[in-house]
């Protein structure tokens, strides 16, 4: 502290400035007690010591009460028994005993004041440490109730989760990779009553199945749960992807050809392959005919036209119109494979092409008998080729004897003379009935 009448520094354990010699004036923290000691203590230095009256105390209570009820406080016993003695001091120093010096008399009340600074401050400490104790034992047990409270909660998750679905699809598949069925078949069925739309249980059966190479029975689990919920896009996707992991493309068309909810088919549409669609439609024609192939979701189109089951490795790729020009029936068979390799259900048509027979071929002149020669002639119409014999036989295109008609023919003099002629088709090489003429030639 500094000195407040030249500003040195003044050591705390001393009560003297060391340059002016100047008394240091200590302010204690307001205390009734301290007021009566202070008067105590002028008036011994002013010659003026008397005894402190238990009505002085009282007097001075009551008029500080009315101007700082704060300031009230309670003496301790400590408090009570320095008062005694001082009062007994006191009342000796009256009644002609030994006189105090000025200097212990002023050292007494500072002493007594640093005792009770020293009390008060003890006093604070104590009640500081009690208050973080008690701050302490708060956390402590707040801390011990949210971890009770955690706990709690974990357990309570903890046996929310040992019966739930997902916990009966784990332990299904833990069990099948111990090899036991009969538990995961138990597991996967306990997901199914829980939870019958979603996918992961069927998936979980059919890999049983699969485990146990009867990949016939991991198929039906799939197909028996699509009749029951048919709009179920899960358990349709779960369907494909099963089919996938066997590499069984094939099957995903089969699967969704039966599939009649728009949704479904939407929410698999890359799976979605349509089957070709073939014009004309099938059946009879008399001419060529020119077959175009088509697919609604486009990809490559393979065809066969033997009857055979088509595919990219045995199929032939469409890339125009399948010409029909033999006289027949024609089965021609046909799959679409879209951008991501599924291959549709295969689609078929039967062509049969019966091209038409003319009559046989119209001749002139007539059967008779001429009296001078006469060119004959044969009716031939488009896609035909007329041939003729004049020696009675039937003609046939192969036959040195028949000749290709090319042209009129010159009727024989003097003879007679017997012409057959026919109608072969261009196309199939059919030929017509022959048409006989009979001509006898008589000059005059």
């Known amino acids: 502290m500094r000195c407040t009448h030249c500003g040195a520094v003044i050591p705390d354990d001393q009560l003297v ?3 002016c010699g100047a008394e240091v004036q200590i302010v204690p923290d307001y205390n009734p007690l301290e007021d009566v000691l202070a008067r105590e ?24 009460r009315t101007k700082n009820v704060n300031a009230t406080r309670v003496l301790s016993r400590e408090e009570m028994d320095s008062l005694r003695q001082k009062r007994r001091s006191g009342t000796a120093g009256a009644s002609g005993g030994p006189r105090r010096s000025t200097g212990s008399m002023r050292r007494q009340p500072v002493d007594e004041l640093r005792r009770q600074r020293e009390n008060t401050s003890d006093m604070r400490r104590q009640r500081s440490q009690m208050r973080l104790e008690a701050a302490k034992r708060k956390r402590r047990n707040l801390l011990i109730t949210l971890f009770l409270l955690l706990a709690l909660i974990v357990t309570g998750v903890y046996l929310v989760y040992q019966n739930s679905y997902t916990s009966m699809i784990n332990k299904g598949y833990r069990s099948i990779q ?53 709009t179920n896009e899960a358990l349709y996707q779960a369907a494909i992807d099963f089919y996938m992991e066997l590499e069984q493309p094939d099957k995903v068309s089969a699967l969704l050809e039966d599939c ?65 020009q033999t006289e027949g029936e024609t ?39 001429y009296t001078e020669p006469t060119q ?28 290709k008609y090319t042209g009129p023919v010159d009727m024989p003099d003097d003879t007679q003379m017997i012409f057959n002629a026919i109608l072969v088709n261009d196309q199939n090489g059919k030929a017509t009935e022959a048409t006989t003429r009979n001509y006898i030639t008589t000059p005059y």
């Open 41 to 64: 203590v002028k008036g011994s230095v002013e010659g003026a010591t008397r005894p402190i009256q238990t009505n002085d105390i009282r007097r001075y209570r009551r008029d500080n």
């Open 331 to 369: 089965e021609i068979r046909a799959i679409a494979v879209n951008e991501n390799g599924i291959p549709s259900v295969i689609s078929s048509s039967t062509y049969t092409i019966e091209f038409p027979i003319e009559d046989a071929p119209a001749v002139t002149p007539s059967t008779g008998q």
């Open 376 to 403: 004959i002639t044969i009716t031939v119409p488009d896609g035909y080729t007329a041939y003729y014999t004049t020696d009675g036989s039937t003609p046939d295109p192969k036959a040195s004897s028949t000749h």
């Open 260 to 324: 009649e909810d728009k949704n479904v088919l939407s929410a698999v549409s890359d799976y979605v392959s349509s089957s070709p669609v073939f014009t004309p439609e099938a059946g009879t024609y008399s001419e060529v005919q020119e077959v175009t192939i088509t697919s609604e979701t486009g990809g490559d189109i393979y065809y066969t036209t033997d009857g055979s089951a088509p595919s990219e490795q045995t199929g032939t790729k469409y890339t125009e119109p399948v010409l029909l």
């Open 178 to 230: 111990s090899g036991d069925y009969t538990a995961a078949a138990e597991y996967f069925d306990r997901a199914v009553r829980k939870d019958e739309s979603r996918p992961e249980a069927y998936s979980g059966h059919a890999q049983i199945y699969v485990e146990q190479n009867d990949l016939e029975s991991a198929e039906d689990v799939f197909l028996s749960a699509i009749e029951t919920q048919p």
């Open 17 to 19: 400035c060391p340059e």
